[in-house]
């Protein structure tokens, strides 16, 4: 009769099997370095002088205030001062304030069943030309219609949008 060797076979038998051996300390397993600490998306968009709308966060520094674009480096930074002449009036500084609006979440998949009659919407339309054309927009209906997710090769139910559009970049 010959014994199957065990997993184990290779390590040296106890000659002491009445004393405790210590337990082996766990090897040190390389933890990945934690993400870089992620920015939490603009609250505030802001209608820039080209006149399409874009995350930003805003500081006053001395006695201007500073408008900061996500991700643009600091030379697309806008200015005002509130001693030159672009917010001289009241009227001036009520026409820079309409130029902020509370941000528009991204619309992901996922979320496509939350959408809902009334709803404000971002829309972008791809004008024949390639150009790329953002509109305000009211969600007027919501008509469930089957889509294929390509990316997860699954099938979910998107919905047909019918909105009112108001054209924000021409």
């Not at 997860?152 to 047909?160: D, E, G, L, N, R």
Request: net charge positive; hydrophobic share 30%.
């Amino acid at each position: 009769h010959r014994e199957t060797p065990s997993p184990c076979s290779n390590y040296p038998k106890r000659r002491h099997s009445h004393r405790t051996a210590a337990m082996p300390t766990p090897r040190n397993r390389k933890v990945p370095a934690p993400a870089p600490p992620r920015r939490r998306p603009p609250r505030l968009e802001y209608r820039a002088k080209d006149g399409a709308w874009y995350g930003a966060r805003m500081a006053l520094q001395g006695d201007s205030l500073r408008v900061m674009f996500e991700e643009f480096r600091e030379e697309f930074d806008e200015w005002h001062d509130p001693n030159t002449a672009d917010l001289a009036s009241p009227g001036d500084v009520t026409a820079l304030r309409t130029r902020f609006r509370p941000a528009s979440p991204p619309l992901e998949d996922a979320r496509c069943g939350d959408l809902r009659r009334g709803q404000l919407l971002c829309v972008l339309r791809a004008m024949s030309n390639g150009e790329r054309k953002y509109y305000d927009a009211v969600l007027d209906s919501v008509r469930p219609s089957r889509c294929a997710v390509l990316t997860s090769f699954h099938t979910h139910v998107c919905y047909a949008l019918s909105t009112s559009a108001d054209q924000i970049c021409r």
